[in-house]
């Protein structure tokens, strides 16, 4: 019998990349998935059942165990430290940790830093003996230096268009992100076969080696 796979599907600006994917691994995913309001979306056809979340929390429902996989950015797994399994670069959603300031930013005593990822700063700056100051924002991070609050922000860059339409730079970048699959650690032998399964699909697609 076929092993019914919950998996969490990030919302959001990955959410259209994320369903071709899976499309072009063959699974044959509704098309409303997409604009659909329903946040719980069965699809029996293709063995899963689609939980919509908030990309920030995908981890902690498969940590959890109310999702067996889920398709979550590299950047929250940096951030959170969730006991998942991360099985593959999904090789989507490409962008990078950096740090961003003004052009004319000058080294200051303790700094402040804001970033919607505190944990990546701080481990950042210390790791390279930096004294900082790192406040927590939830969104706009950009906004911080322009407005005096911060000198400078850890933040994502994709495109670079927030920055340059903002005048800030890009001063040093952190890693690399893109999405990954992630699988909750009793799912993955619970349903292994379907989960690999999974895998080899998602591997012909992406061409990019088991982490
Ligand atoms: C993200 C990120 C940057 C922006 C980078 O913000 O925090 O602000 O995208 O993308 P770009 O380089 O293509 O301009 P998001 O749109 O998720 O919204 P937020 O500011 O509310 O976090």
Not at 61 to 67: N, P, T
Not at 94 to 104: H, K, T
Not at 143 to 148: R, Y
Not at 178 to 194: E, Q
């Amino acid at each position: 019998m076929q092993q019914l796979l919950k998996v969490a599907m990030p919302k959001g600006r990955i959410n259209k990349s994320a369903i071709k994917l899976l499309q072009d691994a063959g699974y044959a995913i509704p098309d409303d998935l997409e604009d659909s309001r329903k946040l719980i979306i069965s699809a029996p056809e293709v063995g899963m059942e689609f939980i919509m979340a908030k990309p920030v929390d995908v981890a902690t429902y498969v940590e959890y165990g109310v999702s067996d996989i889920g398709i979550v950015g590299k950047d929250v797994l940096m951030e959170e430290d969730r006991d998942v399994y991360e099985l593959l670069d999904l090789g989507i959603a490409r962008c990078r940790m950096s740090v961003i300031g003004l052009p004319d930013w000058t080294p200051v005593m303790n700094p402040r830093v804001a970033t919607k990822y505190p944990n990546v700063a701080s481990r950042y700056f210390r790791e390279r003996g930096q004294q900082v100051d790192v406040i927590k924002l939830n969104g706009s991070i950009e906004l911080a230096p322009l407005i005096g609050l911060a000198d400078r922000i850890v933040d994502m860059v994709e495109t670079g268009r927030t920055l340059q339409e903002n005048g800030l730079v890009e001063l040093e970048s952190i890693f690399p992100i893109t999405s990954r699959l992630i699988a909750n650690r009793v799912s993955y032998r619970m349903k292994n076969d379907a989960i690999q399964q999974l895998c080899d699909r998602l591997q012909t697609v992406i061409g990019e080696p088991v982490l």
